[in-house]
């Protein structure tokens, strides 16, 4: 059975940074099979991809929504089954909920573009606060 675990969400003051985890069970986690991704749902709003990561053929590559890119790092520890997005420069925009997904459907940057509740599965997500 499938499970994606996240953690690392917090509160922090606007300019600050978190560190994301996505700890993956039941899943064989070759990423030449999966692209793996980061989605958020900020209230009121609806649920967006942000980020994904393909590491298919050891050429990892990765995608970004607009609002994220250059602040935001997906990266991925294979021996680890462990899926990471950094969180830099953090503004109160970003607060919302987060969650990782894995889908077997390429190419990975079309899962920014996707429900969340398409892929093959997702974590119940971590909190993620950012004041002014």
């Known amino acids: 059975q499938v499970r994606l675990v996240e953690s690392g969400g917090g509160s922090v003051q606007a300019g600050g940074s978190l560190r994301l985890s996505c700890a993956a069970s039941?899943?064989?986690?070759?990423?030449?099979?999966?692209?793996m991704g980061w989605f958020r749902q900020a209230p009121g709003k609806e649920r967006e991809g942000i980020a994904a990561?393909?590491?298919?053929?050891?050429?990892?590559?990765?995608s970004y929504k607009g609002s994220v890119k250059g602040r935001f790092t997906i990266s991925q520890d294979n021996a680890k089954n462990i899926l990471y997005l950094q969180l830099n420069s953090l503004k109160p925009e970003d607060t919302g909920m987060y969650y990782c997904?894995?889908?077997?459907?390429?190419?990975?940057?079309?899962?920014?573009?996707?429900?969340?509740?398409?892929?093959?599965?997702w974590g119940q997500g971590t909190l993620v606060t950012v004041s002014s």
């Open positions: 997904a894995a889908d077997r459907r390429r190419p990975c940057w079309l899962l920014l573009h996707r429900n969340m509740e398409s892929s093959d599965a």
């Open positions: 990561i393909d590491g298919d053929a050891g050429d990892v590559s990765t």
């Open positions: 039941g899943l064989t986690y070759s990423s030449s099979r999966f692209c």
